[in-house]
């Protein structure tokens, strides 16, 4: 084993000794009951407060999201439903132990079975049913170690809880052998910037005490690497500690062609950390973040409150707001109602607003408020457009409510391969790269069993987004990529290379990027889109940009012709 491979969240680079995570406590025995029924079950309540009032404080601690992830835990520990499950066994005889074992497990199968979203958070309850059996053992919770020096956390998962406190002077970084690239472990981990790799599924043999390299952006963790592997590691993780310490300028290349940089968000409180970090503008607002836990749909003065509230961080600057989302992995209560087999292939995006057009309507009216509230250069655009007919149809409702500069994402190839078209109608195209990818791998996004297909870097996927590039350059129309290939820095120039315009990404990733644009000139990115382009699969692609790049002389800052 001198390679392993996962999802690498972010692009952070780092080495150092493994270490493994506490291992979890065995699952109890099944033995009946001496204390009797009564006594078990106040064991329990005890165990389950102490836990939740642990969780909640820890979240307090820790703050941002991860207080909300922690709340939620804190929140399930105390199901009542789960607690119903519990005392059945413990009246039919169980230990509290047992009870609590087999409660947690029969509800973690129910997420499972539901899969994609819920099924990723089932990982917690197991975090929880650990947490409750320590304490009702009198045991300390398992949880990350302590070796007193800076080590490389290797688990099979990490619980929300431990991802929320990890002393990050201790943990350079984080590899887990389950878990997908939405996982909580994931989600916190790109928000906190810790360098990791998921869904590595031999990181299972990784022993505490080796030394590996966690390369985040190849996915990539090197084990026993040689010297020379670890002072080109320690290198990069310099280049990235400069990167993010670089002066916040516009998003250029070399030869000082503008690439603006924008931000991907989900709430307007997160603007303030995308502007702290230099974004330009939003490249996607993700309005179905905000009503993911309502069931009726939101009213047109809610929403023209979130909107304004993020159009006023902005001034002045270029602001895109997609059209709620939902469906698949994010259902809404109030648009997607009906059982599908295959959400992805569904009713979802801009299929399921127009199944509700009054809803539709209502967004464009509170942004066409918002717009006229604020100093912003508002952008709307649709999700998941698969025909030139439904681009038509959106672009000319939204200037029907006065929205100037309406577009769509290109995320199905039939609209990549038709994108002359497709901009024929829009004012823009936003390459949304994560559903482009599964949609043209055929792999789904949220399932750890195919992630490995799940590779923006594959030369099909290359070839549709040449494909909008071309035609948003044939069109005079701005084509801007708001997929996580965005944030690969490497991935980000080869996508300038292939006809993006500006590029939208995770806050966190915009140093990075912003770094590796500034190194190459326009032609440069096309030569190594060119190379890119011309390998069979996403790793041949990756390595061939990488090569191009290393051969290509450093920092050259005029155009070659
Ligand atoms: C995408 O599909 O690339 C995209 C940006 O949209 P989302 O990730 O929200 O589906
Ligand atoms: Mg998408």
Redesign the pocket.
């Known amino acids: 084993m001198s390679e392993l491979r996962g999802v690498g969240i972010g692009s952070g680079i780092a080495h150092g000794p493994v270490v493994r995570m506490t291992e979890a406590l065995p699952a109890p025995a099944q033995t009946p009951s001496a204390a009797g029924a009564e006594a078990e079950r106040a064991r329990v309540r005890e165990a389950i407060s102490h836990v939740a009032q642990e969780l909640t404080a820890r979240g307090e601690a820790a703050g941002g999201s991860a207080q909300e992830v922690l709340e939620a835990q804190a929140m399930i520990a105390e199901d009542p439903t789960l607690l119903d499950e519990v005392d059945e066994r413990i009246d039919a005889g169980s230990t509290a132990e047992w009870a609590v074992h087999d409660a947690f497990a029969g509800f973690k199968a129910t997420l499972e079975a539901v899969g994609g979203y819920l099924g990723e958070r089932a990982a917690d309850l197991d975090d929880i049913a650990q947490r409750v059996l320590a304490r009702l053992q009198g045991l300390d919770a398992p949880g990350v170690p302590d070796p007193g020096h800076p080590f490389v956390l290797v688990a099979r998962d990490l619980a929300p809880a431990d991802t929320a406190l990890l002393n990050l002077d201790q943990v350079l970084a984080l590899v887990t052998s389950d878990g997908g690239p939405t996982s909580h472990t994931a989600i916190l981990a790109r928000e906190k910037g810790i360098v990791a790799i998921v869904g590595a599924v031999e990181a299972a043999g990784l022993a505490t005490g080796t030394t590996v390299i966690v390369d985040a952006a190849a996915g990539l963790v090197t084990v026993d690497p040689t010297s020379d592997e670890q002072d080109r590691a320690a290198q990069r993780a310099a280049d990235r500690a400069s990167a993010e310490a670089a002066p916040l300028t516009p998003g250029a290349l070399a030869d000082g062609t503008a690439i603006p940089l924008l931000a ?1 968000l989900g709430k307007p409180a997160d603007a303030a950390d995308a502007v702290a970090r230099g974004a330009e503008g939003v490249g ?1 607002f ?1 309005t179905e973040f905000l009503f993911l836990s309502s069931s009726q749909a939101p009213t047109v003065a809610q929403q023209r409150e979130s909107y304004r509230e993020l159009l006023a961080a902005f001034p002045g600057q270029k602001v895109v707001v ?1 059209m709620l ?1 939902a469906g698949a992995d ?1 259902p809404l209560a109030f648009l997607n109602d009906a059982h599908e087999e295959n959400p992805a292939l569904g009713l979802r995006g801009l299929r399921a607003l127009r199944a509700s057009e009054d809803i539709l309507r209502e967004q464009l009216t509170a942004l066409a408020e918002a717009d006229a509230a604020t100093e912003a250069d508002l952008w709307v655009m649709a ?1 998941m457009v698969a025909t030139v007919e439904e681009t038509a149809y959106f672009t000319s409702l939204a200037r029907e409510y006065g929205l100037k500069t309406a577009g769509v ?1 290109v ?1 199905v190839p039939s609209s990549a391969l038709l994108a002359d078209r497709v901009l024929a109608h829009a004012d823009f195209a936003s ?6 990818t ?1 949609y043209t791998m055929a792999a789904d996004r949220l399932l750890g069993s195919v992630s490995a297909f799940q590779d923006a870097w594959h030369p099909a996927v290359l070839r549709l987004v040449r494909e909008v590039g071309a035609a948003g350059a044939r069109l005079g129309k701005p084509v801007g990529i ?3 290939a965005a944030a690969d820095p490497l991935l980000a120039v080869v996508l300038v290379g292939l006809g993006a315009t500006s590029l939208s990404m995770a806050p966190a990733a915009l140093a990075d990027v912003r770094h590796a644009l500034s190194e190459r000139t326009l032609d440069e990115a096309r030569h190594l889109a060119e190379q890119a382009l011309a390998a069979d699969d996403a790793a041949g692609a990756r390595t061939a940009a990488a090569e191009a790049a290393a051969a290509l002389p450093p920092h050259q800052k005029e155009t070659t012709s």
């Open positions: 991907n996607l993700r997609r989302d994010k999700p994402m995320e390459i949304g790269t994560n559903d482009l599964q708001c997929g996580e």
